[in-house]
């Protein structure tokens, strides 16, 4: 008698075949998943760094314009035109007159001339520092705090500047 030739797999075969493929799976699952946490970590990074140097672009470009002028009466209590800076930390205070305003609305009666201030600010719903841009486009001899401002936010979760 002769016997007839194996026609199939054997459960043992079967088993370790799947095994071995489960293996590769997870490794191959593994591989993704830390390329993508890779991936996000990266992306952060260069989103960071992008609202960085936009902030830095903004400082640079009302810097550049500043100016001081003794055309005023230098007796008033808050001139003008001035450059004050309050060494503060992690974020000092930067108030200074420039000539970047840049009017919005024909017959608006506005000049070029603003007053830029650089501060710190504490978000309340984060309790994290801010760093913000106010500019106050309406120059007087008033107290800062009393004049009409545009606030804008440059960066979020500042450690210092």
Known sequence: MTRARQAGLTLIEVMIAIAIMALM???????IRNTQEARSSVEDYEQRNHEIRAAMARVVNDFESAYLSKNEDMTQAHPRTMMIIKPEEPIPSVRFSTLNHRV????AKESEQ???????????ETGKLDWVRREQRRESNQPPEL?????D?????VVGI
Not at 25 to 31: F, K, S, V
Not at 147 to 151: D, G, N
């Open 25 to 31: 799976m997870a490794l191959a699952w593994t591989t």
């Open 104 to 107: 919005l609305w024909a017959d």
């Open 114 to 124: 603003t007053v830029i201030e650089y501060l710190p600010y504490t978000n309340k």
């Open 147 to 151: 004049e009409p401002s545009e606030y």
């Open 153 to 157: 936010l440059l960066l979020s979760d």
